[in-house]
């Protein structure tokens, strides 16, 4: 397990952004919470939606919102039950949810085989299993009987609900997405392939910016602060770590949710 998880964490020695820039900061009033990649944790994320609203409610009053930088679904065993607890939490605040590369592939499966295929080996089974789909149903299925599976048994809520997140959100100094940025190009000219999917090329890029940007989608082993870049994906589905960050003015500070067997463990 632990070769599995090491395999998965950004490469060391990465070049990191000059620390003289002036401090990005949110507008006034305002504060931001952004949730790395939760990958069907859903004990992980109930788990921050009560961390994150306890300290919210422990400072001053503002308009809050509550980032979800995408890749809800895959590998962990609830992925339905985490689509079900962020529609239901955004009933109570404002949320905004990012689209991540394993929602683009959940999507695409439904009439792709060839994407269905890649899904299927990158934790969909799991995504599939967490709704009415028994293991018995979905052993012997061929893929175009699958696809017939999900559109029966998958609710249409959820699926509009996937196909409605956004692929960047700007608030201030701050851009939210859920890979990263390519270098060269405006925010405006980004490819939603890039934002979805972008690794090594914008991670490695040294490029002074106005801004910084929150992502997920590259697991490293503690999130990585930066001026102009902050990742937060800590590999929830196999560290039992999910971790988010708060934002308020030029302050930031990280709120982490910890599974108890992983705690125990550590």
């Not at 009560?50 to 679904?73: C, F, Q, S």
């Not at 490695?204 to 902050?230: K, N, W």
């Amino acid at each position: 397990m632990l070769k599995r998880i090491r395999n998965l964490f950004a490469p060391q020695g990465t070049p990191k952004p000059a620390t003289s820039a002036p401090p990005t900061s949110v507008p006034a009033n305002q504060r931001v919470y952004a949730i790395g990649d939760i990958h069907g944790r859903l004990d992980l994320f109930d788990m921050i939606i009560a961390k994150i609203d306890e300290d919210d409610a422990a400072r001053a009053p503002a308009e809050t919102t509550v980032i979800l930088l995408g890749d809800l679904v895959d590998r962990g065993p609830d992925s339905a039950g985490v689509i079900a607890a962020a529609r239901d939490w955004a009933r109570r605040r404002r949320l905004r949810f990012l689209a991540g590369n394993h929602e683009e592939m959940f999507l695409a499966s439904f009439t792709d085989e060839a994407t269905l295929r890649h899904f299927l080996r990158h934790g969909g089974r799991e995504t599939l299993l967490s709704y009415p789909i028994t293991p018995e149903e979905y052993g012997p299925v061929t893929l175009e009987e699958l696809q017939a599976l999900m559109h029966e048994r998958i609710p249409d809520d959820d699926i509009a609900f996937l196909r409605g997140m956004e692929d960047l959100i700007r608030i201030g100094d701050y851009v939210f997405v859920h890979a990263g940025i390519r270098a060269g190009n405006a925010l405006e000219d980004q490819s939603i392939a890039d934002l979805r999917w972008i690794r090594g090329e914008f991670l490695d890029d040294p490029t002074p910016r106005d801004f910084a940007v929150v992502h997920g989608h590259t697991i490293t082993a503690e999130p990585e602060l930066h001026p102009h870049r902050i990742g937060i994906d800590t590999g929830a589905f196999a560290s039992g770590r999910l971790t988010a960050i708060g934002l308020e003015g030029a302050d930031r500070w990280l709120v982490v949710a910890q599974g108890a067997d992983e705690a125990e463990a550590a």
